[in-house]
């Protein structure tokens, strides 16, 4: 189960720019739910849920990441169940069905570590059929793991997940040869289907989803006729602007506060970095951002000096959850996309989402330590 591994390939780099991100992220979280009784837990159960992350990443780190391909019955099994104690079991807050009471372990948000089970399951597929990725039985196996996995996240409603699982696969294929023929075939049918999406939800068709998800929608198309589903977003983009360069200071008692002025909801959440925007200015979102960028490359680094396909797609999915969800949540937060309830990784509140990020490190420096002897000299690019 454990293997004996040459720690000089622990990539330490990784380690490093997570911890400063889940301390911006605990101060962050601090100033936002200062004022709040009710969340004033919230800092120290955020604490809890990185020591906790931490001792999860450096299990997944240890465990060989080819037992898991082994054991992806048990993977996908897993994930379903939790799926489906969701689905009848599940609690209900703000419309959605996303959580679990699990015995000992407390709540739980089961499609965050779904997440896990998607990447492992993709990338055993696409590494037991490599040779044969574009096959019609390929593509049945992919759909028979994958699935069911998207259809229980989707229905809870979780449409932001879905979307988010689904452009990480879509990468993950990619990387893993697809053809252009049938990349061809496939936005031949997703692009006519888009606009026909659109133009229904314009008409008044709600298809398959919740009005709350058609209200975001609408109200990002035309504002002006919702006003009053888009003050979150507008006041997101007066904090962010207000901050400045430098940035009002955290904890800031500033009377001209958004936050203060409790002008965001759950704002330690899907709009922590509107906190950082109006606390730490440019200079702070800019150094956020920063570090998620060398995050992306140092784990797109193992991914090149993976020593298997399936090591390299492991990498390639983490970094594709962790580029779509870190730009889904900043476009929100700056009135760029409408409103979709992402967080931020490590930086937002959320216990699930940040154990679930750790485990997804723990398997990306497990690939890392066992990578190719010989490094190639391309660019870090060049196998992808």
Same mark, same amino acid.
């Given at each position: 189960? =454990?293997?004996?591994?040459?720690?000089?390939?622990?990539?330490?780099? *990784? +380690?490093?720019?997570?911890i400063l991100l889940c301390a911006i992220g605990f101060l962050l979280i601090r %100033?936002? !739910?200062?004022?709040? *009784?009710?969340?004033? %837990?919230?800092?120290?159960?955020? *604490? &809890? @849920?990185i020591v906790v992350g931490m001792i999860a990443m450096t299990v997944m780190m240890l465990i060989d990441y080819n037992l898991?391909?082994?054991?992806?019955?048990?993977?996908?099994?897993?994930? $379903? $169940?939790?799926?489906?104690?969701?689905? =009848? &079991?599940?609690?209900t807050t703000l419309g959605a069905k996303r959580w679990v009471d699990l015995p000992i372990i407390g709540r739980v948000q089961p499609s965050e570590f779904s997440k896990i089970a998607i990447i492992l399951n993709l990338a055993a597929v696409l590494n037991y059929r490599k040779k044969h990725v574009n096959s019609p039985l390929t593509w049945g196996m992919i759909l028979a793991l994958i699935a069911p996995q998207l259809l229980l996240i989707v229905i809870q409603p979780d449409l932001s997940t879905t979307i988010l699982c #689904?452009?990480?696969?879509?990468?993950? +294929?990619?990387?893993a040869k697809l053809s252009y023929r049938i990349i061809a075939i496939a936005l031949a049918v997703v692009v006519p289907a888009s606009i026909w999406f659109i133009y229904s939800l314009l008409n008044g068709d709600n298809l398959f989803l919740k009005?709350?998800? $058609?209200?975001? +929608?609408?109200? &990002?198309?035309?504002?002006?006729?919702?006003?009053?589903?888009?003050?979150?977003q507008e006041n997101a983009v007066m904090a962010i602007g207000s901050g400045g360069f430098w940035g009002k200071g955290l904890n800031t008692t500033s009377f001209e506060s958004v936050k203060n002025g409790?002008?965001? %909801?759950?704002?330690? #959440?899907? =709009?922590? =970095? !509107?906190?950082a925007g109006e606390e730490l200015g440019f200079v702070g979102c800019m150094i956020i951002l920063g570090l998620f960028i060398t995050l992306i490359i140092e784990i797109m680094i193992l991914a090149k000096n993976a020593d298997s396909l399936g090591g390299r797609l492991i990498c390639v999915g983490v970094a594709s959850f962790f580029t779509y969800q870190t730009f889904i949540h900043v476009a929100v937060n700056l009135w760029l996309m409408p409103n979709t309830g992402?967080?931020?990784?490590?930086?937002?509140? @959320?216990l699930s989402s940040i154990i679930s990020s750790f485990m997804l490190l723990g398997l990306v420096l497990n690939v890392g330590l066992q990578r190719k002897k010989k490094e190639k000299k391309e660019s870090i690019f060049s196998d992808l």
């Open positions: 189960m =454990f293997k004996k591994y040459n720690l000089k390939n622990l990539n330490v780099r *990784i +380690i490093i720019i997570v %100033s936002a !739910t200062k004022d709040n *009784i009710d969340y004033q %837990s919230m800092p120290q159960r955020q *604490i &809890f @849920g898991f391909f082994k054991a992806w019955p048990v993977v996908f099994i897993t994930s $379903v $169940v939790l799926l489906l104690m969701v689905r =009848f &079991f599940g609690n #689904t452009m990480a696969i879509l990468t993950m +294929i990619y990387v009005q709350y998800q $058609v209200n975001r +929608i609408l109200s &990002f198309v035309d504002p002006q006729k919702y006003q009053d589903k888009i003050y979150q409790n002008y965001l %909801s759950e704002a330690q #959440t899907d =709009f922590i =970095f !509107t906190i992402l967080p931020l990784p490590f930086v937002s509140y @959320g």
